[in-house]
């Protein structure tokens, strides 16, 4: 059964910064391109920033030149390094699967950036 686990979200001032890691379980990760998402109350979830098998990102107008998406295939984990953080940016981020089909979502992460 395939396992993602969110963590490093947080309180932060606007301005600040967060770095989110994403642990995936099982053989699936390696050979899959990886997304981070966030979802606020009453929206749908949104791809932000994703990252290839070998490397290749892409990102959202709304995060794009704050974000930065990593993996590390050896450790089965991808990363999302925020700065420059804004209000807007408040909300629960999941990771997964760039594309369908998606592995089981996880718990996600809060972040919460305060003006």
């Known amino acids: 059964q395939v396992q993602l686990v969110e963590s490093g979200g947080g309180l932060v001032q606007a301005g600040g910064s967060l770095r989110l890691s994403c642990a995936a379980s099982?053989?699936?990760?390696?050979?899959?391109?990886m997304g981070w998402y966030r979802q606020t109350p009453g929206k749908q979830r949104e791809l932000v920033a994703k990252?290839?098998?070998?490397?290749?990102?892409d990102y959202s107008d709304s995060v794009k030149g704050r974000f930065t998406i990593s993996r590390d295939n050896a450790k089965n984990t991808v990363f999302l390094q925020m700065n420059s953080l804004n209000p807007e940016d408040t909300a629960l981020y999941y990771c997964?699967?760039?594309?369908?089909?998606?592995?089981?979502w996880g718990q996600g992460t809060q972040v919460t950036v305060s003006s």
């Open positions: 990252v290839t098998r070998s490397g290749n990102t």
């Open positions: 099982g053989s699936f990760f390696t050979f899959r391109n």
């Open positions: 997964n699967t760039a594309s369908p089909p998606f592995a089981p």
